[in-house]
């Protein structure tokens, strides 16, 4: 491979290096401030998420609607696995080897914590989760 070489600034090459050079560092500078103001706003969401979820705690309620839209709050539960030859020896047992994917069944993990039998080396966690929606 030959190395091209021009005088500094003499050609069109040149040029559109200098350019297309200025242009990429105009391009990280506005993409990282974007992601600066957009992390802030991220953040300021997520601080009304958790005072929209203490008011529905607060007054007992699951869902409100305003003027302006509603919002409402659910539970999420997600589970996994702390032990998995634990749970691969009760899938095996109970022939369920559809608890498994790349990922624990959420669905059939929930099943069996509702019928009582919630495998060994499994743990779940629970939190109210709060979606809003344009009126």
Avoid at 6 to 30: C, F, H, Q, W
Avoid at 35 to 47: F, H, I, P, R, Y
Avoid at 100 to 122: C, H, I, N, W, Y
Wanted: a neutral charge.
């Amino acid at each position: 491979m030959t190395k091209a070489t021009t005088p500094n600034g003499s050609d069109a090459v040149a040029k559109m290096t200098r350019v297309y050079l200025k242009i990429k560092a105009a391009r990280e500078e506005l993409s990282s401030e974007f992601n600066a103001k957009d992390k802030a706003l991220g953040e300021q969401q997520d601080m009304i998420k958790h005072a929209l979820l203490d008011y529905c705690k607060a007054e007992g309620v699951e869902s409100v609607r305003t003027a302006d839209g509603l919002f409402y709050r659910s539970v999420k539960t997600r589970y996994w696995a702390s032990d998995w030859d634990s749970v691969y020896a009760f899938a095996q047992e109970h022939d369920m080897l559809e608890v498994f994917e790349k990922r624990l069944s959420q669905g059939v993990m929930k099943a069996l914590a509702d019928s009582g039998e919630l495998p060994t080396g499994v743990s779940a966690d629970s939190e109210y989760v709060l979606t809003i929606k344009r009126k």
